[in-house]
């Protein structure tokens, strides 16, 4: 049996199937082997879209995802096959950042994550939510309660993205 099968990986290295709505079962982990070991992971995902749930138009954004794993990791493949079933999800921007992160700690348990969305302009404003999540009882949630208390102290200068 392969390592990858042995993890349950089932869709890395198989042709891609691309689910038409949000799909959080398409998520996937496997062992972190530091788990004693505190780092970032990051995931930048500039193509990603959802609709509004008023008017159905698509919004386009960049979502920013860094966590420190625990014992589990999301695999990446996964990660995009997940965040592309929002393509026709209606939601509005701050929902679609928080339910991605709910989902992400549901699935790994992680010590701590943050999840960005950066919005294209639409109607000529740009909403950009985050929100962030550290692990209670430990220094991950301090870690949290301080990223999100002073998140916005010094906004950065947006150029129409």
């Not at 339910?99 to 699935?107: A, C, S, T």
């Amino acid at each position: 049996m392969s390592e990858r099968a042995q993890e349950g990986l089932h869709s890395l290295g198989k042709k891609t199937a691309y689910k038409s709505d949000y799909a959080p079962e398409v998520l996937e982990t496997f062992m972190n082997k530091h788990p004693g070991n505190d780092y970032f992971v990051k995931f930048n995902c500039p193509e990603f879209t959802s609709l509004c749930p008023i008017t159905g138009q698509p919004d386009f954004a960049t979502i920013y995802i860094s966590y420190v794993p625990g014992e589990r990791m999301v695999e990446s493949k996964s990660l995009k096959l997940y965040l592309f079933s929002f393509r026709n999800h209606g939601d509005f921007h701050e929902d679609c950042v928080n339910v991605i992160m709910k989902d992400l700690i549901k699935l790994m348990d992680p010590k701590y994550i943050e999840v960005w969305g950066k919005f294209t302009p639409r109607g000529g404003i740009s909403i950009d939510p985050y929100c962030n999540y550290g692990k209670p009882g430990t220094s991950w949630e301090e870690v949290a309660w301080t990223r999100l208390s002073q998140h916005d102290l010094y906004p950065e200068k947006v150029d129409n993205r």
